[in-house]
């Protein structure tokens, strides 16, 4: 089996060790804890016994996400409106509606009130 066929949190074994996926392209020694970089046509051989139980999302405060995305809107509104940037009008007001798109549909999708 190929490592990007394992779920991450499975333990396998390659090269005599015994390793735990933890994301799409790094494991973890299950000794020394150590994280390696893994190729994704790496060969293992998925180890028997129960697999890592991933750790529960983590809750996001909604006031908190709100702010740091309006200090991220307010950094880019004011790049864009930077005159070294060499933007025309048309183009600058275009890229700011682009910004709001996607500020907008962030917000939907992370359940931010609108």
Do not use: H, I
């Not at 490592?3 to 933890?22: A, D, H, I």
């Not at 006031?63 to 183009?91: C, H, I, K, M, N």
Request: glycine share 12%; proline share 9%; with cysteine.
């Amino acid at each position: 089996m190929k490592f990007t066929q394992l779920p991450v949190g499975q333990r396998f074994t390659y090269q005599g060790e015994t390793l735990v996926k933890v994301g799409p392209l790094t494991a973890c020694n299950e000794r020394g804890g150590n994280t390696r970089l893994m190729s994704r046509s790496a060969v293992v051989v998925p180890a028997t016994g129960p697999a890592v139980p991933a750790a529960p999302p983590s809750v996001l405060d909604g006031t908190q996400v709100q702010a740091a995305l309006e200090v991220f809107a307010g950094r880019w509104r004011a790049a864009l409106a930077d005159p070294a940037t060499g933007l025309d009008g048309p183009s600058r007001e275009r890229l700011e509606q682009a910004l709001a798109d996607g500020l907008a549909e962030l917000g939907k999708a992370l359940g931010l009130p609108g």
